[in-house]
Every structure is written in structure tokens, then in C-alpha cells.
């Protein structure tokens, strides 16, 4: 039997790539039902956050790790009317207020994080941050999810399982602690899996599978955030993004397929509005970014009214650099994060 040669097999992964950049996925559409009111992101930021994480992302330190996982539930938690706030402990500090959920206040949150701090004698005081998390969790009703992203090592101060053990007394079924684990050794990891056990939801994740994994992603934040229940008064589909070259607004040739398509999906369904929203890399400002993704967008919505679609049924947004989906580090990351996603809404 022929081999393929290492060449020609990434020719076929990269085939494969742009075939399904231009599919479509129809399916019922699905409404989301929070299971919280509030939503509090609480990072570990002790001393032993900043060694090096001792697992397959073994060049990079916990607390790099930590803030790359937080930013990333943020940009994949639905916007259902929760409040939100964002907080570190070790030490504690509020670096958001509790306030109705804006997906961009919470990044512009977690992204000033140092993580290139000394590990101070690696004091590890996570029972102490536990604890000054009762006032907050105090003035807040409803329920809540604490999503808490730590190794689980802890040297100074009371333990913190105990006093995990005594918040969830104290608010019983309200509080959900949901742990994305950093923990990678044998006690870090028995003192998360006791945490997370303490809550009815029981929810937790290992940071790789968090990066990894998106359907381990979205599970673990159907365990503790919301459900999804069958909404059958409507269809939706599902269009994969398509992409720009760098600092180009300009429809690249390959996609317009995807477009076609989008299109004709558009006039078979006319009591559905189309949403394309526009993104871009890290590179550049802030304001250069904005303007260049809005620009993507409305070179997508364009084509569309080209093709017959009302204006008046295609909205566009512009993200700029704010919403991410790859790591901007490397080109492939990038390339990815070039691009306009064209999704189907319901009229009101």
C-alpha cells in the first residue's frame, strides 16, 4: 500500500479545513435557560501559580495559564441577564465589581493580570482568599457560580477545603463552585476534586482539556451556568466564519461559497435576521482594530444586499481584537482570528 508523505497529508488536513469552512449545519434551535443569577470568576494568584505548570503546557507558568482559561470562558458564556464580577485572591483584590455581565468589562478585567511575579516564598494563602469571598457573595441574591481557577496548593492560613466547605453551608444550594483545575500534584489535586464535590453541580475541568477541547469546554459550562432546552418554534443554522488576510477587508474568492449559500439560506428563511460580526489579530491598536472589523462586516453585508437581501435584515458588529478565538502568538492563531461569523436570529 502507498504512503502518504508528511507533505501530502497536510495538503489534505488543509482540504479538509476549508471544506468545512463552507458547510452548513442546520439544527433546532435551542434556547438557553441560566441555572445562576451571578457569575464570579476567581483566579488563584499566589505564589505557586507562578511556577511552571508540570503537565503537557509544561513551558508556561500556571498563572499564564489561568488568566489564558478565564479569558476564554468569558468569551463562551452566553449573555442570559447574569451579573458578573472578577476577583483574585492571595492576594485578594477586586479587579471588577459585581454588575450585569458585559463579556468586554470582564476581558478588560482578567487581561491587566501579572503574570510575571516572583513566588514570594511560595505562599499559598487560598483558604484566607476563600474567605474574603463572603462579603461579596453576601450581597448578592439568586444563585451563584464561583468559577475558580487554581492548583489547589495552599501552605498558610486555614485550609481551604474547610472553608469552602463552610461557604457552601452557609448558602447551600445558591453556590456553585465550578474548579478549571491548574492543580499538578497529588495534594492540589485532592484538595480540587474536594471543592468541586462540595457543590450539587460538581462541576470541574483540567486546564489542557479547557484550551483543548471545545465540546469539554461547553459541557463543563452547561454544568454550572445554564441548560439548553429545545426551542421548536424555530430553525437556526450554523455557519462556519470565513477569513481575511492581514489588514484586508476584501472577500477572499475561496468563500464565496459560504456566502452563496448564506445567502440562499437567507431568502428560503425570511423571518430570519442576519448577524455578522466582525473580528481581527492583535496587531495594532485598539481604534485601528475597531474600524477594520467593522469594515469586514460590512464588506460580508454588502455582498449579501448585492444578492438581494434587504439591508434592513442584516445587522453588522465589529469586535475588533476583543474577542479572540486563536491564539494571536503564533500566525496559524492569527489567520484564525481574521474573520466575520455570519449567524441567523429570529425576527422579534
Request: glycine fraction near 6%; hydrophobic fraction near 40%; charged fraction near 20%.
Given at each position: 500500500?502507498?504512503?502518504?508523505?508528511?507533505?501530502?497529508?497536510?495538503?489534505?488536513?488543509?482540504?479538509?479545513?476549508?471544506?468545512?469552512?463552507?458547510?452548513?449545519?442546520?439544527?433546532?434551535?435551542?434556547?438557553l435557560?441560566?441555572?445562576?443569577?451571578?457569575?464570579?470568576?476567581?483566579?488563584?494568584?499566589?505564589?505557586?501559580?507562578?511556577?511552571?505548570?508540570?503537565?503537557?503546557?509544561?513551558?508556561?507558568?500556571?498563572?499564564?495559564l489561568?488568566?489564558?482559561?478565564?479569558?476564554?470562558?468569558?468569551?463562551?458564556?452566553?449573555?442570559?441577564?447574569?451579573?458578573?464580577?472578577?476577583?483574585?485572591?492571595?492576594?485578594?483584590?477586586?479587579?471588577?465589581?459585581?454588575?450585569?455581565?458585559?463579556?468586554?468589562?470582564?476581558?478588560?478585567?482578567i487581561?491587566?493580570?501579572?503574570?510575571?511575579?516572583?513566588?514570594?516564598g511560595?505562599?499559598?494563602?487560598?483558604?484566607?482568599?476563600?474567605?474574603?469571598?463572603?462579603?461579596?457573595?453576601?450581597?448578592?441574591?439568586?444563585?451563584?457560580?464561583?468559577?475558580?481557577?487554581?492548583?489547589?496548593?495552599?501552605?498558610?492560613?486555614?485550609?481551604?477545603?474547610?472553608?469552602?466547605?463552610?461557604?457552601?453551608?452557609?448558602?447551600?444550594d445558591?453556590?456553585c463552585?465550578?474548579?478549571?483545575?491548574?492543580?499538578?500534584?497529588?495534594?492540589?489535586?485532592?484538595?480540587?476534586?474536594?471543592?468541586?464535590?462540595?457543590?450539587?453541580?460538581?462541576c470541574?475541568?483540567?486546564?489542557?482539556?479547557?484550551?483543548?477541547n471545545?465540546?469539554?469546554?461547553?459541557?463543563?459550562?452547561?454544568?454550572?451556568?445554564?441548560?439548553?432546552?429545545?426551542?421548536?418554534?424555530?430553525?437556526?443554522?450554523?455557519?462556519?466564519?470565513?477569513?481575511?488576510?492581514?489588514?484586508?477587508?476584501?472577500?477572499?474568492?475561496?468563500?464565496?461559497?459560504?456566502?452563496?449559500?448564506?445567502?440562499?439560506?437567507?431568502?428560503?428563511?425570511?423571518?430570519?435576521?442576519?448577524?455578522?460580526?466582525?473580528?481581527?489579530?492583535?496587531?495594532?491598536?485598539?481604534?485601528?482594530?475597531?474600524?477594520?472589523?467593522?469594515?469586514?462586516?460590512?464588506?460580508?453585508?454588502?455582498?449579501?444586499?448585492?444578492?438581494?437581501?434587504?439591508?434592513?435584515?442584516?445587522?453588522?458588529?465589529?469586535?475588533?481584537?476583543?474577542?479572540?478565538?486563536?491564539?494571536?502568538?503564533?500566525?496559524?492563531g492569527?489567520?484564525?482570528?481574521?474573520?466575520?461569523?455570519?449567524?441567523?436570529?429570529?425576527?422579534?
Amino acid at each position: 500500500m502507498r504512503r502518504f508523505s508528511l507533505k501530502k497529508m497536510r495538503f489534505v488536513v488543509i482540504m479538509l479545513v476549508v471544506a468545512l469552512a463552507g458547510t452548513v449545519i442546520p439544527a433546532t434551535a435551542m434556547r438557553l435557560v441560566p441555572k445562576v443569577d451571578n457569575i464570579i470568576f476567581f483566579i488563584d494568584h499566589s505564589g505557586s501559580m507562578a511556577m511552571t505548570y508540570q503537565g503537557l503546557k509544561n513551558e508556561y507558568t500556571k498563572i499564564l495559564l489561568a488568566k489564558d482559561a478565564a479569558i476564554e470562558v468569558n468569551y463562551r458564556i452566553p449573555s442570559l441577564n447574569y451579573k458578573s464580577g472578577v476577583f483574585t485572591f492571595a492576594p485578594f483584590e477586586q479587579l471588577s465589581a459585581m454588575a450585569p455581565y458585559n463579556q468586554t468589562t470582564v476581558h478588560d478585567a482578567i487581561s491587566p493580570i501579572n503574570v510575571n511575579y516572583p513566588i514570594y516564598g511560595n505562599l499559598t494563602p487560598m483558604g484566607p482568599g476563600l474567605m474574603a469571598l463572603d462579603p461579596v457573595l453576601g450581597g448578592l441574591s439568586g444563585r451563584t457560580a464561583v468559577i475558580l481557577f487554581t492548583d489547589g496548593d495552599d501552605n498558610l492560613g486555614i485550609d481551604p477545603v474547610v472553608e469552602a466547605t463552610a461557604l457552601q453551608a452557609k448558602y447551600g444550594d445558591r453556590l456553585c463552585f465550578m474548579v478549571v483545575s491548574l492543580a499538578d500534584n497529588a495534594h492540589g489535586k485532592e484538595q480540587v476534586k474536594k471543592i468541586a464535590a462540595l457543590s450539587g453541580c460538581h462541576c470541574i475541568i483540567e486546564v489542557e482539556e479547557l484550551l483543548n477541547n471545545r465540546n469539554a469546554e461547553d459541557n463543563f459550562l452547561r454544568c454550572g451556568l445554564y441548560e439548553e432546552l429545545a426551542d421548536m418554534s424555530s430553525e437556526v443554522v450554523i455557519f462556519r466564519s470565513i477569513y481575511f488576510d492581514f489588514d484586508k477587508s476584501n472577500i477572499k474568492s475561496e468563500f464565496i461559497p459560504v456566502l452563496d449559500e448564506g445567502v440562499a439560506v437567507s431568502k428560503s428563511k425570511p423571518n430570519q435576521q442576519v448577524i455578522l460580526e466582525g473580528h481581527t489579530d492583535s496587531v495594532g491598536s485598539v481604534e485601528y482594530n475597531q474600524a477594520l472589523s467593522e469594515r469586514r462586516a460590512n464588506s460580508v453585508k454588502a455582498y449579501f444586499v448585492k444578492k438581494g437581501i434587504a439591508a434592513d435584515r442584516v445587522t453588522t458588529v465589529g469586535y475588533g481584537k476583543s474577542r479572540p478565538r486563536a491564539d494571536n502568538a503564533t500566525d496559524e492563531g492569527r489567520r484564525l482570528n481574521r474573520r466575520v461569523e455570519i449567524k441567523f436570529t429570529p425576527m422579534n
